[in-house]
């Protein structure tokens, strides 16, 4: 009856509309997508393009030429290229501005159009203006695209003497890996402490958080489950990897740590493997299967929930979607599972870690210690938002040239950047001036060694001077004692294993 009712709409449609419908719009764009919108936000329909998109970012995989840019109104500059990739092989590097592709002037393009340019050109070979730091008059460099590695950790380094510190975007296929090849040069006889950075990390494939997990936990622990109304069962165990970390941990997330990335943070909590602090998570804890479809398209479906060892649900509620509802019965089902356990377990929000400290259900992931981010005044949030940082520095550099390894912004370079705000015309309010003085600094170092040194040197900059890192760190010596529980472990707080895996 209702496919009846959608062939007689079309029908009309196609009879009626004051313009021929074009068929792939119409039942794409409109009928399927209309559909999947009614049922809950992370279900989709992926046209010919944008599912190759998906399957190259499931391999880590991008085509283009390798290069991470600032791209503002009328100005485009090269902050990082890719070992390997066509940029570094061209020899472009950081701080070099490129000012015309394919013959367009970049600055007479507003930033619409030149997102729209820098996308149509990532395709295709390119020919590149590009004036260097320092220079006057551009060069020409010829680029033809190519696939490009685009790494998971993207941020990797010595905190302080003994603390290691590791950044994760997402999880890709290669993901476990990554992390091993990050933390191997980092794991001397001296390292006292990780701290894993979890923050804005949206999450991805979830055998990759498998593999992640493994590296920190011992082999045959469960790290999830999943079930669904047309998928079987299926317990997610960890397994020997070629490196196993065991330094003391923190996970560090906020409220865009999602998915994935919310299933290995609840396993390492769980399993009283990590300190998690931060805020709470996200909350998304639905299983999407992607199916490919005719003419190269796919399609993404809502097909379970994620459950974590000890049966928490990490999705969060969503009125007025189909998850309404199917939240609270898949909630139902994770306590009706419990049922034969002990009565610790029977309650939802009763649930507890490996060695009985309670932990709360109901959506996303509390952390053990809460930190709150730095706070951002709206005079600083405008600054960083316009990119005002990096254009400040890349004048600074066309003036002074490049900056030394050990410089510190003084009075007389903030005094330059305050003149710089005056002659771009952004006001500097007393209030925030006076307060702001220590980000101010933070930001023009991050930026000019963004612009000398490269990405790696800025990151390490920003991640330094981070209060919320900062204060993570901070927790590496307490670990042992914030994972006791604060009674003895019972009976149901065991180490849950997979068929007589480790306990």
């Known amino acids: 009856m209702e496919s009846l009712k959608f062939s007689e709409a079309y029908a009309a449609l196609q009879k009626n509309f004051m313009d021929p419908p074009e068929p792939d719009k119409a039942i794409f764009d409109g009928g399927i997508r209309g559909m999947l919108s009614v049922l809950d936000p992370f279900s989709a329909f992926f046209d010919r393009d944008q599912f190759e998109l998906l399957q190259q970012q499931a391999r880590g995989e991008a085509l283009g030429f ?43 393009l507003d930033f619409r159009s030149l997102v729209e340019l820098l996308q149509r050109s990532r395709s295709q070979p390119v ?33 302080s003497p003994g603390i290691a510190y590791i950044h994760i975007t997402s999880f890709e296929q290669k993901t476990a890996q990554e992390v091993i090849n990050a933390l191997s040069p980092l794991d001397t006889p001296h390292l006292r402490g990780l701290l894993l950075d979890l923050r804005e990390n949206h999450g991805g494939i979830v055998d990759a958080a ?42 560090l997330v906020n409220g865009n740590t999602a998915s994935a990335a919310e299933l290995l943070t609840a396993a390492l909590q769980e399993h009283d493997r990590a300190v998690i602090a931060g805020e709470p998570t ?16 796919g399609l993404a479906l809502t097909t379970g929930q994620y459950f974590t060892p000890c049966g928490r649900s990490i999705q969060r509620p969503l009125p007025g979607t189909a998850l309404e509802t199917t939240w609270r019965q898949l909630e139902t089902v994770a306590t009706d599972a419990t049922k034969s356990q002990e009565p610790a377990r029977r309650s939802t929000a009763a649930f507890h870690t490996d060695g009985g400290r309670p932990v709360s259900a109901g959506g996303g992931i509390m952390p053990d210690v809460t930190i709150p981010p730095r706070a951002m005044d709206p005079w600083l949030t405008f600054l960083n938002q316009t990119g005002t940082f990096t254009n400040f520095a890349s004048e600074y550099l066309t003036h002074h040239g490049k900056v030394s390894d050990s410089f510190e912004p003084s009075s007389a370079v903030v005094e330059s950047f305050r003149d710089f705000l005056v002659r771009n015309q952004i006001r500097v309010p007393e209030e ?16 000019l060694f963004n612009l000398v040194f490269g990405l790696a040197r800025g990151d390490e900059i920003e991640v330094k001077g981070d209060p919320q890192i900062q204060q993570a760190v901070g927790l590496l010596p307490q670990v042992p004692s914030l994972l006791k529980s604060p009674a003895a472990p019972s009976q149901t707080s065991r180490a849950r294993g997979i068929k007589g895996g480790a306990k």
Do not use: H
């Open 66 to 108: 390798g290069s991470i840019l600032y791209v503002t109104p009328r100005k485009l500059l090269v902050l990082q290229t890719a070992q390997g990739s066509p940029s570094w092989r061209a020899g472009l590097g950081p701080g070099d501005e490129i000012v015309e592709i394919n013959g367009t002037r970049v600055n007479r």
């Open 127 to 159: 020919r590149l203006g590009v004036i260097r730091p320092g220079k006057l008059v551009s060069q020409d460099f010829d680029l033809k695209p190519a696939e490009v590695a685009l790494p998971t950790v993207d941020k990797a380094l010595l905190f």
């Open 210 to 251: 498998v593999g992640v997990a493994s590296i920190f936990l011992k082999p045959g622990l469960l790290v999830l489950t999943t079930r669904g109304r047309a998928m079987p069962e299926k317990a997610y165990p960890t397994f020997p990897t070629s490196y196993r970390c065991d330094l003391p941990l923190v996970v």
């Open 282 to 297: 996200y909350g998304k804890g639905v299983v999407q299967s992607v199916t490919p479809l005719s003419e190269k398209t």
């Open 432 to 447: 925030y001036w006076s307060q702001d003085q220590d980000v101010l600094k933070l930001r023009i170092k991050m930026e």
